[in-house]
């Protein structure tokens, strides 16, 4: 009788050692899909590999920010110096690390950014931009922070 109770209680451990929890349940899948309101914008110019400038934005409203719909379309919203609301609409695709945004029109939200940082709530972004100019070397980045 020692023996069977031994065995069981044995068994009994081995079976709730073995199980495993599912974590990704707790975890669910984070995505770009949604409102991420616009909190700060750090921009750093250069000419011939020479700091011009370096400025950072982070008064922002909750009229400045960005929607990612689940169709690849967005659009972005942003108080005017006229203090009105202008929303401009794009599609976008993410693929890994890479965001593309394009319009039809030119606009200065158009372009290829990479992701630093995609969590639940927090979303930043770099672009980078070159051109050379009367044989000067120009080159910006720009790193914009979201919340939700």
């Known amino acids: ?59 922002y409203s909750t009229t400045d920010f960005e929607v990612f719909d689940a169709d690849g379309s967005g659009y972005t919203s942003n108080l005017t110096p006229a203090g009105e609301t202008a929303l401009i609409k794009y599609n976008y695709t993410l693929n890994g690390k890479v965001l593309i945004i394009s319009r039809d029109t030119p606009a200065f939200y158009a372009g290829t950014y990479t992701v630093i940082q995609l969590t639940e709530n927090t979303l930043e ?3 980078e931009s070159s051109t050379v100019f009367n044989g000067d070397h120009y080159h910006g980045i720009d790193n914009i922070l979201f919340k939700r």
């Open 1 to 59: 009788m020692h023996m069977k109770f031994c065995f069981v209680v044995v068994a009994l451990a081995c079976c709730l050692l073995s199980c495993k929890k599912d974590n990704n349940a707790a975890n669910p899948e984070v995505t770009i899909v949604g409102k991420w309101y616009l909190k700060k914008y750090h921009t750093r110019s250069y000419k011939n590999n020479v700091l011009l400038r370096d400025t950072s934005r982070s008064n």
């Open 125 to 127: 972004v770099t672009y």
